[in-house]
């Protein structure tokens, strides 16, 4: 008896440890289902904001480019280059997805260091970079998972899946672990860059709030930047890797 009593406390103490959140959220109650609210306000915030640079970037091109038109058509370059790089000649109809990758995990990130978020207060929580969030990064590395078997599935049909048993049908196991790899890699690489940053960001205004985070601020700037790139350099090469077949 006693035996049994200490394997039910042991399963109620799971139990509680499952329902243990980090931090705290505020949610919206919509139909049955209940919508993390944080993460949609500040990406709806970052989708405005890109929006309507892409409407002022084309409203009225000019032949002779003004600065501002420069700076997007540069942008525009460095996208498909990344792109061509990476996935090869068929580039051009990734390019779109690969730059809104990179524009929305690049806008994100800004966000929670130039953006006042702290400002607006909730009733649960604060509101922060979308990617300083596990659900906004795992979404989009699904989305890119979905991308690059779309792309090998639309060039090679079924003939895709004979990648799984390259070079051998001993490494199966392997090639389908790789697959869910990927994505995680992508999400946890992301979300943790950015969540430190930011708390490190935190801790040195609570401790010395003058001059020292300043230089730590322009420094989680620079790698918000690059973590944005690598995120749209990996499911670039990705989308190459499963349209031509080779690891």
Not at 10 to 27: K, R
Not at 50 to 65: E, K, Y
Not at 85 to 108: A, C, D, K, R
Not at 226 to 234: E, K
Request: proline share 6%.
């Amino acid at each position: 008896m006693n035996g049994i009593s200490c394997s039910i406390n042991a399963l109620n103490g799971l139990y509680n440890i499952s329902g243990v959140e980090v931090g705290q959220h505020f949610y919206w109650q919509i139909g049955g289902f209940q919508v993390h609210a944080q993460v949609l306000i500040t990406s709806w915030v970052v989708i405005a904001i890109l929006l309507g640079s892409a409407v002022i970037a084309v409203r009225n091109p000019q032949t002779i480019p003004t600065a501002g038109q420069n700076f997007f058509e540069y942008v525009l370059e460095f996208i498909r280059d990344v792109s061509k790089t990476q996935i090869g000649e068929e580039y051009g109809p990734w390019v779109p997805f690969i730059g809104t990758m990179f524009l929305f995990i690049f806008v994100s990130n800004w966000s929670g260091a130039l953006l006042p978020w702290k400002i607006i207060q909730l009733p649960h929580g604060e509101l922060a970079a979308p990617t300083n969030d596990i659900n906004t990064t795992v979404a989009l590395a699904l989305l890119t998972s979905v991308a690059y078997f779309y792309a090998g599935l639309s060039k090679k049909g079924l003939g895709y899946f004979s990648k799984y048993i390259q070079p051998t049908p001993i490494l199966l196991p392997i090639n389908i672990l790789e697959d869910f790899t990927k994505p995680l890699s992508l999400s946890f690489r992301l979300f943790g860059n950015i969540l430190a940053d930011e708390l490190v960001v935190v801790v040195l205004v609570s401790l010395v709030p003058s001059v020292v985070p300043i230089p730590v601020m322009f420094l989680g700037l620079f790698t918000s930047g690059i973590q944005a790139l690598i995120f749209a350099t990996l499911a670039a090469a990705y989308i190459g890797e499963s349209m031509e077949g080779h690891h």
